[in-house]
């Protein structure tokens, strides 16, 4: 089983004053952000990664390099873990998106929308380049790897929209919070989605355990009855 650990960069300026920041160069994490990022990477210093990949863009690198302290990893990027490509609509105020006629088609049939402009990308696009990444990353890295992808809100949405087996339309109900992390676990037939925008839960349990001589169950068999959990024995 692969275990890749989805996380969202922290708050930025264009989040806080509610601008569509898209691949526009230096919008960076805001003192709220670089906050979120040393507590998201406090809770992670427990967990051995096999890897940190991350977006091109500043902001998931400033929040992937402060899970990257004190550890001997060196920050890899990708660009398909990049932003959605938005387009005209990068830059522009949120409040006035919503007045557009894409806006609707973007809440209600994500994945019939395409962005405008010669630099815009359709969302279905973007999710198949995210799902494309994770899957070759994985493969890269092995199956008994823990690895963390540092990525943006609705790049990570479509990633476990995906995961859950959910058409892209229904991608809008999950939410991905600033530093949240989102985990799933890839197996040979299905993934498991473990969390979703877990933004202060104990991650002990994303610690592998040791390897067992002998499995009675597949790793891809999914517990009947709903198992135990991962609380005390």
């Not at 690198?61 to 387009?87: I, K, N, P, S």
């Not at 877990?198 to 169950?217: E, F, N």
Request: with cysteine; hydrophobic share 40%.
């Amino acid at each position: 089983m692969t275990t890749v650990i989805l996380l969202r960069h922290g708050r930025t300026t264009a989040n806080a004053s509610g601008v569509l920041a898209g691949w526009t160069p230096g919008v960076q994490l805001d003192d709220a952000g670089q906050a979120q990022a040393q507590a998201v990477a406090q809770r992670l210093a427990p967990v051995p990664l096999a890897a940190v990949v991350s977006s091109p863009l500043e902001r998931c690198r400033q929040t992937a390099g402060a899970v990257l302290a004190d550890r001997d990893l060196e920050l890899r990027t990708d660009d398909r873990l990049g932003e959605a490509r938005y387009g005209d609509w990068t830059g522009r105020p949120l409040k006035q998106l919503a007045k557009e006629p894409l806006w609707k088609v973007v809440q209600q049939h994500p994945s019939a929308a395409v962005f405008p402009g010669p630099e815009g990308e359709g969302l279905a696009q973007t999710q198949a380049r995210a799902v494309a990444a994770v899957r070759q990353w994985n493969a890269e890295l092995g199956p008994d790897a823990v690895w963390l992808a540092c990525s943006h809100g609705d790049v990570i949405k479509a990633v476990l929209a995906d995961a859950f087996g959910l058409h892209l339309d229904q991608f809008q109900r999950i939410v991905v919070d600033p530093a949240s992390i989102s985990v799933v676990t890839y197996t040979e037939t299905r993934p498991f989605v473990v969390r979703v925008n877990d933004t202060g839960g104990d991650v002990g349990a994303l610690v592998p355990p040791k390897r067992r001589r002998r499995r009675r169950t597949a790793d891809s068999d999914a517990v009947v009855g709903g198992g135990a959990g991962d609380g005390p024995a």
